[in-house]
T-cell receptor, first 115, second 112 residues
Framework: DARVTQTPRHKVTEMGQEVTMRCQPI?????VFWYRQTMMQGLELLAY????????DSGMPKDRFSAEMPDATLATLKIQPSEPRDSAVYFC?????????????FGPGTRLTVL | SQKIEQNSEALNIQEGKTATLTCNYT??????LQWYRQDPGRGPVFLLL?????KEKRKERLKVTFDTTLKQSLFHITASQPADSATYLC???????????FGRGTSLIVHP
């Protein structure tokens, strides 16, 4: 049963610290999305990759956030320095563009708390 | 500006009844619309996709309608069960894009 995996599942850190979240997309998927979910804003897109190339990161605060795909099995989202307002659940999702469905498969999320 | 609206109030219904959730949008020309289910502490799970040229889609007890004139999608769960209790999100994708925009979801609570 193929799944998107994310690590860590929970992260508590202090303001100013670097946070790295990791995602393993489903093997064979060619798109990866990073989302942030809060009660106030709902699910917001941070970054979108296709075939490992970043195509859209307009939703991401560039001064402190960065997203990469060093290889097809790993996507990373970094926050440096972290701030309390970054506290949220961060989801990674993968998909297979071109197969008509365009559905996304979400990971379990990383719950980030910045004190 | 573009906006997707889902009822922020929880929908409470009795087991066995049909649940109907609404997704309204403005300033979009969606190529397709998706519905996802999200349980507490978990990521959203894809349920159904309906394209702009389709009026209705069904999957088991689920039915989705899409009215591009009214700019509205309705999501129905027939013979609802307590296990259907969750938050349901709609997501729109405009033509030429592959990036969906999600609504904030509506919580459904099915009482036994």
């Amino acid at each position: 049963d193929a799944r998107v995996t994310q690590t860590p599942r929970h992260k508590v850190t202090e303001m100013g610290q670097e946070v790295t979240m990791r995602c393993q997309p489903i093997l064979g998927h060619n798109t990866v999305f990073w989302y942030r979910q809060t009660m106030m804003q709902g699910l917001e897109l941070l970054a979108y990759f296709r075939n490992r190339a970043p195509l859209d990161d307009s939703g991401m605060p560039k001064d402190r956030f960065s997203a990469e795909m060093p290889d097809a099995t790993l996507a990373t989202l970094k926050i440096q320095p972290s701030e309390p307002r970054d506290s949220a659940v961060y989801f990674c999702a993968s998909g297979l563009r071109g197969q008509g469905g365009n559905e996304q498969f979400f990971g379990p999320g990383t719950r980030l708390t910045v004190l | 500006s573009q906006k997707i609206e889902q009822n922020s109030e929880a929908l409470n219904i009795q087991e066995g009844k049909t649940a109907t959730l609404t997704c309204n949008y403005t300033n979009y020309s969606p190529a397709y619309l998706q519905w996802y289910r999200q349980d507490p502490g978990r990521g959203p799970v894809f349920l159904l996709l309906i394209r702009e040229n389709e009026k209705e889609k069904r999957k088991e007890r689920l039915k989705v309608t899409f009215d591009t004139t009214l700019k509205q999608s309705l999501f129905h769960i027939t013979a609802s069960q307590p296990a259907d209790s969750a938050t349901y999100l709609c997501a729109l994708t405009s033509g030429g894009s592959y990036i969906p925009t999600f609504g904030r979801g509506t919580s459904l609570i099915v009482h036994p």
